[in-house]
Each structure stands twice: as C-alpha cells, then as structure tokens.
C-alpha cells in the first residue's frame, strides 16, 4: 500500500511521510544489513524511505515535523500512526497531548494518534 502511496501523489509535496523503525535489532545487525544495501530502495520494504534501526527519539522526531516550515500560513495536522505495545502507544499519546497544548495557542500544529492493529 504504501509503495502505491509513494508513486502515486509522488508530486504532491509534504503529503505524506513516514518513518519505519525496527527496534530489536543490534547496531551490529543493522550496520551489516545498510553496509550491504546500495539500492535505492529499502531491502525490507522497497520503499523510498529506508527502515531506521534502533528506538526512536520522539521528542527529536516530533520537533523536527514542528520546524520543517517556518513559512506555513495554514495550520497543519498530522496524523501518527502507531502499531506497538501499550507503554509505545501512552507514550506518543502523551507526547502529543504535550505538543498539542503547548501550541493551541499558535495554531501552527495538531498532533492525532492513531493506533493500528495488525
């Protein structure tokens, strides 16, 4: 689907990205799968985007999305999608409640968490 996605609104700038991380592996793993993909695509996926090994630091990931456009007139809703363990889920809830709050007064950004079950 998201392959579909990704060559379909492929003009469309901003319309979608996504990070995909696989976070049971050891660096080693990882270093040795990236070491031996040169393709331009992900070897797990054959998405555009390639799979981040390791936890991710939210915080950074969220602030980044925040910062991405400065110039933004209209306000922007993002939409994150989560398929994980409870403690994942309350986390990035909690983090976007966070968010949320501190720039309702802004109105630049609104985080909404959805949870996926596969």
């Known amino acids: 689907m998201l392959q579909e996605i990704e060559r379909d609104f492929r003009d469309r700038v901003n319309f979608l990205t996504y990070n995909i991380y696989l976070t049971k592996w050891s660096m080693r793993q990882a270093r040795a799968v990236i070491r031996n993909n ?3 695509r992900d070897i797990w ?3 555009e985007s390639k799979t981040h090994y390791g936890r991710p630091n939210f915080n950074v990931d969220f602030q980044d999305i925040i910062n ?16 994980g363990p ?13 968010i949320n709050d501190h720039y309702s007064s ?3 950004v609104h ?3 959805n949870k996926e079950n596969f």
Do not use: S
Request: hydrophobic share 35%; proline share 2%.
């Open 45 to 47: 996926t054959g998405l």
């Open 86 to 98: 409870k403690p994942l889920v309350k986390e990035l809830q909690c983090l976007c409640i966070k």
């Open 106 to 108: 802004t109105n630049r």
């Open 38 to 40: 040169t393709d331009e």
């Open 111 to 113: 985080f909404y968490l």
């Open 68 to 83: 991405e456009d400065w110039q933004m007139t209209q306000k922007r809703h993002i939409g994150v999608f989560v398929c």
